[in-house]
């Protein structure tokens, strides 16, 4: 229900059907919080390819409108973020805490370049009042040839 994520991640390039982030398509790299799977849009049968209700998803996105996104269910609150984009073949330290607060659920994030010290704050944040109370952590890797490290998951007490 409760917890804080962080993972190394290291982007290797574009995928091969989307060799430049112009392509159109979303090329993106990040995390899906309280993610409790696929859902059905409409009559649709499965496999089911819609992805809501969620927690909130985190991610860099280079295509159309790049930068950082942090969003809720349904894409709204959304915090978006200016700072650069990770580089081609760094690695870098995804961090998301999801915690249930009065008022919903707060979702925090930041990313920093793997063997430099970790932001002291916060870079995104949102309260999101719907969406699931619990679910698991996605790791997202849209058109893109990402590396994920070990995933550690730690319970908020």
Known sequence: QDYEVEVPV?????????????????????????????????????????????????????????????FGNGGSPKDGSSAPAPAIGETYMFKARVETVPGGTRYDFKAWEQGTAEPGNWQQSILEDAGPTSGSVLLIAHHMDVEFGSVNVLPLD
């Open 10 to 70: 290291t982007v290797r390039g574009f995928g091969s059907e989307y060799q430049t982030p112009q392509s159109g398509n979303k090329t993106l790299v990040g995390l899906g919080l309280r993610w409790n799977g696929h859902t059905p849009r409409g009559d649709e049968l499965p496999p089911f390819e819609y992805w809501y209700p969620t927690g909130a998803f985190a991610w860099y996105e280079w295509s159309k409108s790049p930068g950082w996104d942090l």
